[in-house]
């Protein structure tokens, strides 16, 4: 019976080495494995992502229907602003940002091959009195 070591997450995309460096940049990542079809990175938390070569792969459209969401990646951060400001710096876009006043704060985006994930931020709570 095999033992399940690690997982990888694989986003197709039509150029992995770009997809690959901008998800290295924007995780802080090392270089794992490459190949031609083929760019594994490891981000400082032992998470792995790996970008496989498809000529004929079509970005996701969410939140349009006709080819909706494929994969969803989602990424805490400490501090959203700054975060924000680094995915759009490193080429990707906002798909949807909302300001909310729950515990939880969640941008949407997209990388530069059109994959979507979304940056959320855990808000302390104030400890319960009485």
Known sequence: MAQVV???????CSEPEKLAAFYKEFLDAQDVDASVNLVEIRGADGMRIAFRRDANATPPSWPRPENSLQVHLEFIVEDMDEA????????????????????FEERGYADPSGHSFTLRHHHATAPKLG
Do not use: F, N, S
């Open 84 to 103: 924000e400001r680094r995915v759009i710096g490193l080429g990707g876009r906002p798909l949807e940002t909302r300001e909310t006043t729950a515990p």
């Open 6 to 12: 690690t997982g990888v997450v694989v986003l197709d």
